[in-house]
């Protein structure tokens, strides 16, 4: 069975975390024989205006539009929004103006306050799921990133079941695709989602899943995708890449 060749989760030096040249990042895929990047640069409308967003996504798409010829990778354009849900308005400019294949919804921050911040705050676990569930409801996005990644800063705390279940149900109506994201198992020694998660997802009809290494330094990229790929296998997803703002299978 042919590997999966793709790393759907990458931050360039176009991201406020990362240092990464676009051309570093096409070097690492060449030798790991991949076929496609998705560079998802981070996304925050709380701490950024439109227009300084609107500047950086521009001038880095331009940049991989020049890398064309460079190499036979594909690069695909994506961006990581955090609580797009929050900002409808801005999302759909960002839509309007650039172009863009591909978008991830992820939860960084509850009521305005970065989640590392809510060591203790007792109900931080509800509120992540609350604000969570109300993204996949609400944002036009593509994927759900690293479904329960709270964990990674937050140990004591229970995910509630029936808000997971719900979050689910619903980006499988809408067609929103679930990310495997390999950093957990650098962070915290387990995958985003984790492997319950995931059989809770193929119990309720889920099928279709991308995988990511949210990496931020080049020793990062494709990294573990090969081991969590089989891990998975036997709950027989459907393994794919989403481009052109459409899930295909991979």
């Known amino acids: ?7 759907m989760h990458i931050h360039s030096c176009y991201s406020f975390d990362s240092t990464m040249p676009i ?19 981070h996304v925050e409308f709380s701490n950024q205006p439109v227009k300084e967003v609107i500047t950086r996504i521009k001038t880095r798409n331009q940049e991989i539009d020049d890398l064309k010829n460079y190499s036979n990778i594909k690069i695909i354009k994506g961006v990581e929004i955090s609580e797009p849900h929050l ?24 009521l305005g306050m970065p989640i590392k911040k809510m060591k203790n705050q007792k109900n931080a676990y509800d509120l992540y799921l609350t ?11 593509d994927t759900l990133a690293h479904l ?3 964990k990674r800063h937050i140990h004591s705390g229970e995910f509630n079941k029936a808000m997971l279940e719900e979050i689910l149900k619903i980006i499988i109506e809408r067609g929103i695709t ?16 984790s492997n319950e998660i995931i059989e809770m997802y193929k119990n309720l009809g889920g099928k279709n899943i991308v995988m990511g290494s949210d990496a931020h330094q080049v020793s990062e990229i494709y990294d573990n995708i090969l081991e969590i790929e089989e891990a998975i296998k036997p709950y027989n997803l459907t393994k794919g890449i989403v481009t052109k703002r459409r899930f295909r299978n991979f």
Do not use: W
């Not at 096409?26 to 990047?37: F, I, Q, R």
């Not at 679930?178 to 989602?193: D, M, Q, V, W």
């Open 1 to 7: 069975m042919q590997n999966y060749k793709a790393d």
């Open 131 to 141: 604000s969570m569930l109300k993204m996949v409801e609400q944002a036009n996005i």
């Open 87 to 110: 900002f409808q308005e801005e999302v759909k400019y960002l839509e309007e103006i650039e172009d863009l294949d591909y978008i991830l919804g992820s939860i960084h921050h509850i």
């Open 148 to 150: 329960d990644y709270l």
């Open 178 to 193: 679930l990310e495997i994201n390999t950093s957990g198992y650098r962070r915290c020694r387990e995958y985003f989602p």
């Open 23 to 41: 051309k570093d990042i096409v070097d690492k895929a060449e030798k790991h024989d991949l076929t496609h990047v998705a560079l998802v640069d």
